[in-house]
């Protein structure tokens, strides 16, 4: 009697890519200047409408950001909470071309998916006396964020009394979730200037810069 043949394994059909930009050139305009826009004003939450729906953990928000940001020559770290999805690198690359690298140190752009796991800012590049713009940015994913808390009540949010170019006398900051010693980074970071590294928190449906500039301390 003749062997019978192994019954071939059905085949699994690779999980689809998760879409970019409906309209790449204006989207990404869009997006683009709604960044240019929080990193001028200091610690102001900017709406960003993003209609993308990118593998989780990454936020539509953080997707947005990072569809206008990057491309193949801009490196780019992802923290471990979104380099444990494969489908995350994947959208990435497709949509970017933007180079991943596992060295921190290397990136141009870093990927925060915990913010409250966020890494020592001494981990990325701060940039060089010559070249201060060889630094890194950071994305960084939070849950919620608000501006201009009572003066009476920022001590209760965990808000920041923000100061530096771009705000007028001082502007009320809060995000969550963040590490507890985030305010003394910042306060480090500006230190550096004009090295160091700069920041954009991606929340739903909004964005805010925390650039180098500022010099930041909790209120009493």
Same mark, same amino acid.
């Given at each position: ?15 689809? &890519? ?16 709604? &960044? ?7 610690? /102001? ?62 990136? !141009? ?24 713009? /060889? ?8 849950? !919620? ?12 949010? =965990? ?9 007028? =006398? ?13 305010? =003394? /980074? ?12 700069? &920041? ?5 449906? &909004?964005?805010? =810069?925390?650039? /180098? ?8």
């Amino acid at each position: 009697m003749p062997a019978l043949a192994p019954i071939p394994a059905p085949a699994i059909a690779p999980r689809p &890519l998760a879409a970019g930009f409906a309209d790449p050139v204006h989207d990404a305009q869009r997006a683009f200047a709604a &960044l240019m826009r929080a990193m001028a004003e200091p610690g /102001r939450p900017v709406a960003l409408a993003s209609a993308l729906a990118p593998p989780a953990p990454l936020s539509p928000e953080m997707a947005a950001a990072a569809l206008a940001l990057l491309d193949y020559e801009t490196p780019v770290f992802l923290d471990a909470a979104l380099a444990a999805v494969p489908d995350v690198a994947a959208f990435l690359r497709f949509h970017t071309g933007a180079p991943l690298v596992e060295d921190p140190a290397a990136a !141009r752009f870093t990927l925060i998916g915990d913010g409250a796991g966020l890494p020592d800012f001494a981990r990325f590049a701060q940039g060089e006396p010559d070249y201060p713009d /060889r630094s890194a940015t950071l994305l960084v994913q939070v849950a !919620r964020m608000a501006e201009g808390i009572p003066e009476e009540a920022l001590a209760d949010e =965990g808000a920041l009394a923000l100061e530096g170019p771009g705000i007028k =006398g001082r502007r009320a900051f809060a995000a969550a979730p963040l590490p507890a010693d985030f305010a =003394g /980074r910042l306060a480090a970071n500006r230190a550096l200037y004009p090295l160091g590294i700069d &920041l954009i928190l991606c929340a739903p449906g &909004l964005v805010a =810069g925390l650039p /180098r500039t500022l010099a930041p301390h909790t209120q009493d």
